[in-house]
């Protein structure tokens, strides 16, 4: 698939799940002219988002956007992301992005990729974890603390992120134990036809020892099997790209994270 369809399917994939996830927690979802708001005003950051949907953005379309999705942050009470898809941009609106963003008063916090790739895994053990696949609130609970430890927030902000929800509980979500104590986890969401990958989190001293890709394996082998789904999506971080490519996933846009420039 070309890199350009792959970002469209990447961008979309973000829309689908982040939407069901934000209206089964009360928040907004909606559409201004290209600006996608998805947004819990949630101290988990991740669960703020907003995005832009058109394709071959021009620069000044682009400039208009940026200043209406800041604009739209400012008026939140909780601190989130605006995420950008390189390859959804023409060349012209890719030279203006950094100097656009600013003076929209945004700032990029950090870059990932979109990956995907048509794969099929055996199952996976790994000698030190015990996975399990998450079926209680406890699970729930301890699954967002995971992601809250690695990803810099209070755990209190993990909790809330994922206590209650059935979209979580119905994923194909899994935690690694070690010594039976909760130290990893990763989960997909089967759609239509493909499953995405995310909230893949190890917490930091456990990191290095191959956790990480043991839950992922997991997770998308026994998603594979009970869907039938090979196509595999998601969003990675520089750290995690090694993972998934060993795994067979391949990189396709760049994705750019701004959020409010500190006064």
Known sequence: MPSFLEAVESKN???AVWS???????????????????????????????TLTDAD????????QLGRAADFMRGRTRAGY???FEDLL?????REL????????????FSGRGMAGDIDIPDVTHPELEIRRVQSEDDLIAYGEINAYAYGMPPGAGRVAVAG??????????????????????????????????LVAT?????RRGYGEAVTRKAIHQSIAQTGHHRVVLHATEVGRPVYERIGCTTNSPIHFFHLAQA
């Open 13 to 15: 994939q973000l829309i």
């Open 20 to 50: 069901r996830l934000t209206g089964e927690q009360g928040g907004i979802v909606d559409l201004d002219d290209g600006v996608h708001r998805m947004w819990v005003d949630s101290p988990f950051g991740f669960w703020n988002t907003v």
């Open 57 to 64: 953005i021009p620069a000044e379309a682009l400039k208009d």
């Open 82 to 84: 605006l995420w950008i």
């Open 90 to 94: 023409t060349p012209d609106a890719q």
């Open 98 to 109: 950094l100097p656009a963003a600013a003076a929209a008063g945004l700032e990029l916090a």
């Open 165 to 198: 929800s059935r979209l979580w509980r119905d994923a194909f979500a899994y935690i690694g134990y070690r010594d039976g104590r909760p130290v990893t986890c990763a989960a997909t969401v089967a759609g239509p036809d493909s499953l995405f990958l995310a």
């Open 203 to 207: 917490l930091p001293d456990q990191m």
